[in-house]
């Protein structure tokens, strides 16, 4: 048995905590990304007899000519990156870059379904880690909001999920992902409750789940929506 995890988007923090310790930052609205270059990965661990965890190996989320991605935000619905102590000019955007939260193995198939809190998103990975170390990471299909396209992502993108979905609260996008014991459906959940759709856009109290029909990974497609109400 092998158990994989995945990193997020690396070391970073919000400018205006910066400021709250006293660092002189560029841009208070913006994130330091003291590396700027780090690229989510997935991890491989397998149960020793010890009772703990040993190392099996890692790959890089990458694009389809195998460069990597970026753990940078993909446009100004994401935090605008600087570099460290936010410091310099702003770094920008990059539309391959992904914050990944949630990894599961999609059963019977190479793949894994990956949840995101960029736009928010969802994609599916080559996570072969025993046969395939060189296709590991590939990012084989992202599925995005209705107008997000990322046409720079370097990988396929398909906008299959609702737009209202887009106004997610920053960095509270999918947290958590699942995938039915068949493999064919998956699951993405929101963090937070997102902003209501009133001229106000106050917070609502809703906390959503959207069910994918994952029968054809790469060609998914929403086919539930699942509400919870929370508390104040």
Do not use: H
Request: glycine letters at 14%; proline letters at 8%; charged letters at 15%.
């Amino acid at each position: 048995m092998m158990l994989l995890g995945i990193t997020d988007n690396g070391p970073n923090m919000p400018c205006a905590d910066l400021v709250d310790l006293g660092f002189d930052t560029a841009d208070q609205q913006g994130r330091s990304f003291p590396l700027s270059n780090f690229s989510p990965a997935i991890v491989g661990l397998k149960p020793n007899a010890g009772g703990g965890l040993t190392f099996v190996g890692s790959c890089a989320l990458k694009k389809t000519d195998g460069s990597p991605a970026t753990g940078m935000g993909t446009g100004p619905n994401d935090q605008e990156a600087f570099g460290a102590n936010c410091w310099g000019e702003s770094l920008g955007y990059t539309q391959s870059g992904l914050d990944p939260e949630d990894i599961v193995q999609i059963p019977g198939t190479p793949y894994c379904w990956i949840v995101d809190e960029y736009n928010p998103s969802a994609a599916v990975v080559s996570c072969d880690m025993m046969t395939d170390m060189d296709q590991c990471g590939t990012i084989l299909m992202r599925y995005t909001p209705q107008g997000v396209a990322l046409p720079g992502a370097g990988y396929p993108v398909k906008q299959v999920i609702p737009g209202v979905y887009t106004d997610r609260r920053q960095s509270r996008g999918f947290e958590g992902g699942a995938v039915s014991p068949d493999g064919q459906l998956a699951y993405a959940v929101v963090q937070s409750p997102m902003y209501g759709d009133g001229a106000d856009r106050q917070l609502t109290q809703t906390l959503r789940v959207l069910e994918f029909d994952i029968s054809d990974p790469l060609n998914a497609s929403v086919v539930g929506e699942y509400l919870y109400m929370g508390t104040s």
